[in-house]
């Protein structure tokens, strides 16, 4: 690992010419290089937890093969003592132990540990290191604090590539800070603001907030001015998040990319404070060794907003962890999209004609020609996830999609992208959405949103059923929304497949679309320089 600002860029060559693969590229999971990177293992030894992630499938968007934390407490009592915690030492070293053998059933091949806050600070971090080598044969990387903050930045980028703004991991025993902007992490600083740590401030609350306000100037002193969005990493901040949404009764339980507010946040923190701790641990499914450290993140949770003033907030499941993967990946990995990288993954291995969602995207997409780039992307998304739900039950199929797209790992979507692609899937297998669990869900989009969801499951539903040979041609959909008429005109190979259950989906369509709808078939096909509509009549 090095310890600098900004990673070599390598130069993004593709031996396939993008136009072989449409809009979508080259698949990432293709590539040798994304291969080599199909299952890493990392351990974060922290202050608080031990824990172990292996992490599989299309490297640009990591699934979790395997993940299992301790909660060590490993810093706890470090700022008297000076020493790690005797009993969270041996715990670690057991769980490490445990993590040893694990890796072994799962050849991986090699486990990269890493070690933060505590085992730097404690007078006796270099003996557990050289334990952990006797006892099961591994070196742990002990890093510095700006080294943390780097790798934490970095897996936050592999979330949102090209992402800007500021980074804050907290750990149990210390916070840092770093800017990313452009792909790229900046500016980093440390500091000492971790929870256990706070614990031992003398002078009480009083001295406490005192002792954060001054180290929270100096970190701003350091980074300079930060009024961009505000990217939250670790286990008190994601409680903390967690409390936000039962303080908000907030539908969808997902962290990552879980938005706060600056006001938001104060409330919370007034919340938190006024809350009986138990009472609110077993709302919130928070552990009562994390619960015990939330009312100190919270008191710097405050400082922090009130310091940087950020425009926005967004959670980060992505962290350190995510950050040693990204490590190990060329720029022309990083540069990918997370998102389409895990779907073009997902129909390789789930759907029952790999390939097809490019088809069916290029099919449906006259519909929403004038979609935002970022409407566009969603699209892709959804066509190539359109198949991979067939095994479920045809009855709760639909409620599968929905409930896949907006709760899976995938990287690089907010919460109202979750919804409006799970929607779009919902539609997929049905005409309607009413009558589903997730109803309170759909609200989080506008009514306009709600129907271009509608639109493309209708537009996927219908062009499901002309499944053919790769090339072949299946004709196009004219849209002119102006006018609202829909054509579609049908090729001559395709007409056979265009049954009753087809004629019904399409109608199905023109009704959500509000169109007049008319069907033409192609008497022969066209050459490239013949027009299209000379050699067409109607069905």
């Not at 959405?433 to 271009?452: A, I, V």
Request: net charge positive; charged share 25%.
């Amino acid at each position: 690992m090095t310890d600098q600002t900004e990673q070599a860029s390598t130069p993004a060559t593709d031996p396939v010419a993008p136009h072989d693969w449409g809009p979508f590229g080259r698949p990432l999971f293709e590539d040798p290089g994304a291969r080599a990177l199909a299952r890493v293992g990392v351990v974060d030894i922290g202050s608080n937890s031990v824990r172990l992630v292996v992490f599989d499938g299309a490297a640009r968007s990591p699934a979790y093969f395997y993940n299992e934390k301790i909660m060590c407490a490993l810093g706890a009592g470090l700022s008297e003592s000076g020493t790690l915690n005797p009993s969270g030492r041996k715990r670690a070293l057991a769980a490490l132990i445990r993590f040893k053998h694990l890796a072994d059933g799962m050849n991986l091949p090699e486990l990269t540990l890493v070690a933060t806050a505590a085992v730097r600070d404690a007078s006796d971090g270099a003996d557990f290191c050289a334990d952990v080598l006797r006892e099961t044969g591994l070196r742990i990387w002990v890093i510095d604090g700006r080294e943390e903050a780097r790798l934490s930045a970095q897996g936050v980028l592999l979330g949102w590539p090209g992402a800007y703004g500021l980074v804050c991991d907290i750990g149990g025993s210390s916070m840092e800070l770093a800017e990313i902007s452009g792909g790229r992490v900046g500016r980093r600083e440390t500091s000492q603001l971790g929870p256990l740590k706070l614990v031992d401030v003398k002078g009480g609350k009083k001295g406490r907030r005192e002792h954060i306000a001054a180290v929270m100037d100096q970190l701003q002193e350091a980074m300079g001015i930060q009024r961009d969005r505000l990217f939250l990493v670790g286990g008190s901040w994601r409680a903390i998040a967690r409390i936000d949404m039962y303080r908000r009764n907030y539908p969808l339980h997902v962290l990552h990319e879980y938005r706060m507010t600056p006001k938001g946040v104060a409330k919370t923190v007034a919340f938190i404070a006024k809350s009986d701790p138990e009472e609110l641990r077993n709302a919130c499914g928070i552990s009562a060794q994390r619960m015990g450290l939330v009312p100190l993140a919270a008191e710097v949770l405050s400082r922090l907003v009130r310091t940087f003033k950020p425009k926005d907030i967004a959670v980060s499941s992505y962290g350190i962890r995510e950050g040693l993967l990204y490590e190990q990946m060329p720029q022309r990995l990083r540069d990918r999209d997370p998102l389409i990288e895990s779907c073009r993954f997902a129909e390789a291995k789930d759907a029952r004609l790999p390939g097809f969602g490019r088809t069916l995207y290029e099919f449906i997409m006259p519909l929403f020609k004038s979609a935002p780039v970022q409407r566009k992307r969603l699209i892709k998304a959804a066509c190539l996830l359109h198949d991979v739900s067939w095994r479920a039950h045809p009855d709760y199929r639909a409620e599968v999609c929905f409930d896949n797209a907006t709760r899976a790992n995938l990287g690089g979507l907010k919460h109202s992208e979750r919804i409006f692609l799970g929607l779009a899937l919902l539609h997929r297998y049905s005409n309607k959405s009413e009558g589903t669990p997730f109803e309170n869900l759909y609200e989080m989009l506008d009514e306009k949103t709600r129907l271009q969801a509608e639109i493309l499951g209708k537009a996927m539903r219908f062009g499901a059923m002309f499944w053919m040979q790769k090339d072949a041609d299946r004709g196009e959909f004219r849209w002119y929304p102006q006018k609202k008429q829909l054509e579609l005109h049908l090729s001559p190979a395709v007409v056979p497949l265009y049954g009753e259950v087809a004629e019904a989906r399409l109608a199905s369509l023109a009704g959500s679309l509000g169109a007049e709808l008319t069907v033409k078939t192609r008497r022969r096909t066209p050459r490239a320089s013949e027009d299209t509509g000379a050699s067409e009549g109607n069905t």
